[in-house]
C-alpha cells in the first residue's frame, strides 16, 4: 500500500504516473476482494490507483526491461516498494538509473530500512506496528494485545514517502541533481510516537494520551461516545456538572491528577454507570454544555454519510469500465488545484500501447 498511496496523491495533482504491472494478473489487489463477483476491479485496488496509467511488462525478458530504462530516462521520479535487494536484482539499482539520469529521484519503501539486520525482512503494516510499540501502547494495561483495524503504518509511510519526493523535487530546483530517498513503515510508526519517545529516552517515564484518568469510551443506551476530559481549568468540576455527580467535586479519592490516575478504574466505572443511563445523543448535549470534547463513536458507513464528508469533498464518483467508482479524495484541499478522478483506475495493461509509443516503441506494446 506505502508505495501506491504515494503515487496517487502525486498523481491527483497533476503527475503522470505510470504504473508497471507484471502479466498475467498485475497488481494482486486487483482480485484479492474477497467473493467479488468476477470482471470487477477490486474496491482495495480502485482505492489506490485512479489517476494512473497502467502498463503490463514481463521484466523477466530484456526487451522489457530496456522499455522500463527508456520511460525512467525521462523520468523526474521511480518508486518502488518491493523488498530490499529486489531492484538491484531487476537491473534498476539506484547507481545505474542515476548513471543513465542523474535528475533522477528513486523513491524506495521498505519494511525496515535500506540495511540493518531487518532490511532483508518482508516488511507489513502489522509486522511494523508489533516492531515498533505501536502494538504494545493501549489506553488500559488489562486490554488484550490487538492488530489495529486500519493500515496506519501504510499510509503513514506512504505520506512521508510523498514528502520526501517532494523536498528532494525541491533540493534538485537547487542542485539541478536527483537523489535517492527511503522510508520504512518502521521509522514511520517510531515517528508518529514522537512524544512519547521524547518522555521515554529523556526522563524514562510513560505517556500515554488514551490512558489520561478523565478520557475514555463510554456506551451509552443506544451506542457509545468517546469524552477527553483535558484542556480545561477544573475538568472533573465540568464532567460532574455534565453527568450530574456533584459528589465527585469533593471525593477525596479523585481529589488532583495523581489520586485521579491512581483510581482510574473506581472513576471510570462511576462514569460508566452514568452513561448507561441515556442516550448518545442526550449524553453529548450535556458535555457540550460544560465545553467538554466529545463525540459519539461511529462505524465507517456513517462517517462516510455525514455531511461534513460530503461538504469536504472527501468522496470522489466516477463512471468506470464495469461500475461506478466511488472512493475517498485527498485530505489536502488546494484552491487552484482541485482533486479528480482523471483516469479511472486502469484495467490491466490499459495503456501499455500508448505509453510505449510515446518512447517509439509503438509495436512492443501489443506483445507485452
Known amino acids: 500500500m506505502m508505495g501506491p498511496v504515494a503515487t496517487q496523491m502525486l498523481g491527483d495533482y497533476g503527475a503522470d504516473v505510470i504504473k508497471i504491472e507484471r502479466p498475467p494478473t498485475g ?66 539499482s ?106 521515554q529516552m529523556m526522563r524514562g517515564r510513560e505517556v500515554n494520551w488514551g490512558a489520561m484518568p478523565l478520557t475514555g469510551v463510554f456506551e451509552t443506551q443506544d451506542g457509545a461516545l468517546v469524552m477527553v476530559g483535558a484542556f480545561k481549568a477544573d475538568p472533573l468540576g465540568d464532567i460532574a456538572a455534565a453527568l450530574d455527580l456533584p459528589g465527585l467535586k469533593t471525593d477525596a479519592r479523585f481529589a488532583g491528577h495523581e489520586l485521579q490516575v491512581a483510581n482510574k478504574p473506581a472513576l471510570q466505572a462511576l462514569f460508566a454507570e452514568r452513561f448507561l443511563t441515556q442516550t448518545t445523543a442526550y449524553w453529548l448535549a450535556r458535555l457540550e454544555e ?19 464528508t460530503s461538504v469536504n469533498g472527501m468522496i470522489l464518483e466516477a463512471d468506470g469500465p464495469t461500475e461506478r467508482v466511488r472512493v475517498i479524495g485527498s485530505p489536502i484541499h488546494m484552491e487552484a488545484a482541485p482533486v479528480a478522478i482523471r483516469i479511472v483506475p486502469a484495467g490491466l495493461g490499459e495503456h501499455t500501447e500508448a505509453v510505449l509509443g510515446e518512447i517509439g516503441l509503438p509495436a512492443f506494446g501489443k506483445v507485452a
Open 27 to 92: 497488481d494482486l489487489s486487483r482480485t484479492s476482494f474477497p467473493n467479488d463477483p468476477a470482471g470487477l476491479q477490486g474496491p482495495v485496488f480502485c482505492s489506490l490507483n485512479r489517476n494512473k496509467r497502467s502498463v503490463v511488462l514481463d521484466l523477466r525478458k530484456q526487451e522489457a526491461k530496456d522499455a522500463v530504462l527508456r520511460l525512467i530516462d525521462e523520468a523526474d521520479v521511480v518508486v518502488n516498494n518491493f523488498r530490499a535487494g529486489v531492484m538491484e536484482r531487476m537491473g534498476f
Open 94 to 199: 539506484y547507481e545505474a538509473l542515476s548513471a543513465r539520469n542523474p535528475r533522477l529521484i528513486y523513491a524506495v519503501g521498505t519494511g525496515f530500512g535500506l540495511t540493518g539486520p531487518y532490511a532483508h525482512k518482508g516488511g507489513q503494516d502489522v509486522l511494523a506496528q508489533a516492531l515498533s510499540g505501536v502494538m504494545h501502547r493501549r489506553a488500559n494495561a488489562d486490554q488484550p494485545l490487538a492488530v489495529l483495524s486500519t493500515t496506519f503504518a501504510d499510509y503513514s509511510a506512504g505520506m512521508h514517502m510523498v514528502q520526501g519526493i517532494l523536498l528532494a523535487l525541491l533540493q534538485r530546483h537547487q542542485t539541478g541533481k536527483g537523489q535517492r530517498i527511503s522510508v520504512s513503515l518502521f521509522d514511520s510508526m517510531l515517528a508518529a510516537q514522537t512524544q512519547e519517545a521524547a518522555a
Open 290 to 308: 460544560q465545553d467538554l470534547l466529545c463525540a459519539p463513536v461511529r462505524r465507517l458507513e456513517e462517517a462516510l454519510a455525514d455531511e461534513q
